[in-house]
T-cell receptor, first 112, second 114 residues
Framework: GENVGLHLPTLSVQEGDNSIINCAYS??????FIWYKQESGKGPQFIID?????DKRQGQRVTVLLNKTVKHLSLQIAATQPGDSAVYFC???????????FGKGTLLTVNP | EAGVVQSPRYKIIEKKQPVAFWCNPI?????LYWYRQNLGQGPELLIR????????DSQLPKDRFSAERLKGVDSTLKIQPAELGDSAVYLC????????????FGPGTRLLVL
């Protein structure tokens, strides 16, 4: 059968521009969300998280926005740098459930 | 602070052979997870340990996969016999508590079954 998993959504930006990576989640009961960055040959690296009682959270150069109404999560990266090039995954979990469910990754390419 | 350590980083075996992966979590993390990541996809949970107890192995293919965490620290994941479809990256993660708190991942073991 068709392996749609090989065809990652991609985003290509110029160095210094802002990047926005989007994620649609499926479970309306999910109440904790994490963004991970995964570089080639490495494991996922925690970037930022947000709980469902918030709609925005800021870190260093990154901001996560949560819209529970439409079940949408976004990651904004300010002043994108070549080192930001990686696959970005959103992940969700429910209550005290440990189980992270990962979304489809997005490949971010930063052009110098 | 050292991160999650995994070994080997790469493994190439022929089908029907056994293979084992080792993980040492971040010191003090009592919860340990094994994930499998296929090319172009997000990680999928195989098994979760709280200390030495496997509290969820519902997604572990038990006919050929096994895992242990005897002393509640490091863990081993085994496949016997390996099949072509087992080719993937096997990731270990750990966290201080269960329940959605941040999981920290190791670099993974990239398995290729020929």
């Amino acid at each position: 059968g068709e392996n749609v998993g090989l065809h990652l959504p991609t985003l290509s930006v110029q160095e210094g521009d802002n990047s926005i990576i989007n994620c649609a989640y499926s479970n309306s009961a999910s109440d904790y969300f994490i963004w991970y960055k995964q570089e080639s040959g490495k494991g996922p690296q925690f970037i930022i998280d947000i709980r469902s009682n918030m709609d925005k959270r800021q870190g260093q150069r990154v901001t996560v926005l949560l819209n529970k109404t439409v079940k949408h999560l976004s990651l904004q990266i300010a002043a994108t740098q070549p080192g930001d090039s990686a696959v970005y995954f959103c992940a969700e979990t429910v209550g005290s459930n440990y189980k992270l469910t990962f979304g489809k990754g997005t490949l971010l390419t930063v052009n110098p | 602070e050292a991160g999650v350590v995994q070994s080997p980083r790469y493994k190439i075996i022929e089908k029907k052979q056994p293979v084992a992966f080792w993980c040492n979590p971040i010191s003090g993390h009592n919860t340990l997870y094994w994930y499998r990541q296929n090319l172009g996809q997000g990680p999928e949970l195989l098994i979760r340990y709280e200390n030495e107890e496997a509290v969820d192995d519902s997604q572990l293919p038990k006919d050929r996969f096994s895992a242990e965490r005897l002393k509640g620290v490091d863990s081993t994941l085994k496949i016997q016999p390996a099949e072509l479809g087992d080719s993937a990256v096997y990731l270990c993660a750990s966290s201080t508590i269960p329940g959605g708190e941040t999981q920290y991942f190791g670099p993974g073991t990239r398995l290729l079954v020929l």
